[in-house]
């Protein structure tokens, strides 16, 4: 799961040790002739000139092309803040991700960030998609412009967020969201699961997220489906203990899934 747990914001030479190919200074020798090399920290420094500084930053293990791998980079604005009536203080934070390889233009996601857990959750539905900018095509009017979308649709986010409170689950239908969670969890992998791992994702691990509202029994789920706080069943049926998401590519697209998915149980 991504490490969005430092409050500090990151500094350039903090982010060189972290993700190095965030400074790559040209393009891969793969790179078309017409492919544009805008380096990552231009796009960083132009963000923080919008109030928008970095939180975390990772990068792809890479065995071929390093220096010029995928990487990620989240971004948070301390004046842009969800202010729950419940005391659920949630920030609002842009995702990006590229590569120096030709392969990615820049693509900026929206998240969140809530205090009370300090989770990071991927926003998706259909109202809200992924913003791209193509590199031949970014200049800082071209960012702001991105940004300025992304803030707009935060009411989007906002109404997702307070049905998701205003709806309560039945036992069937927390059973039914923490069995689809635990779905896209082994899904592609010859892992099953039991009853038992149903109990464990359901399982609060602190007082706010207990009850039967949706937004709740969502964030405890996603919470223990990304931590792995959960035993699976091997192809031999033997119980293990499943593992943190690290991959930064799987975390999006299982919070992203999760997302999408608890919005259809909104009553």
């Known amino acids: 799961m991504l490490d969005y747990t430092n409050s500090e ?105 809530r205090m009370i857990c300090e989770n990071g959750l991927v926003v998706a539905d259909t109202k809200f998609e992924d913003f791209k900018v193509k590199h031949m095509g970014y200049d800082f009017e071209t960012l702001q412009d991105t940004i300025k979308e992304i803030i707009s649709n935060l009411d989007l986010t906002v109404e997702s967020m307070n049905k998701m409170k205003e709806t309560e689950l039945n036992e069937e239908q927390m059973f039914n969201l923490a069995k689809s969670f635990l779905d896209m969890r082994v899904e592609g992998t010859n892992n099953t699961y039991n009853k038992d791992a149903i109990t464990e994702v359901l399982d609060p691990q602190r007082s706010e997220d207990i009850g039967n509202g949706l937004w709740e029994v969502f964030n405890r789920v996603q919470e223990n489906i990304m931590e792995g706080n959960f035993e699976y069943l091997t192809v031999k049926g033997k119980p293990r203990q499943a593992r943190i998401i690290k991959n930064f590519k799987q975390d999006q697209d299982l919070n992203k899934k999760m997302f999408s998915k608890a919005l259809e149980f909104v009553a």
């Open 9 to 113: 914001f990151k500094s350039l030479e903090e982010l060189k040790e972290i993700a190095p190919s965030i400074f790559t200074t040209k393009g891969a020798e793969s790179t078309s002739d017409k492919y544009t090399h805008i380096p990552t920290d231009r796009v960083i420094q132009d963000m923080e000139l919008l109030g928008w500084k970095v939180v975390d930053a990772k990068e792809v293990k890479a065995r071929e092309n390093v220096g010029f791998q995928k990487h990620l980079v989240v971004f948070r604005n301390p004046d842009v803040v969800i202010n729950g009536d419940d005391g659920d203080t949630v920030y609002p934070q842009v995702l990006l991700t590229n590569s120096h390889d030709g392969k990615n233009s820049f693509t900026f996601t929206a998240g969140l960030f």
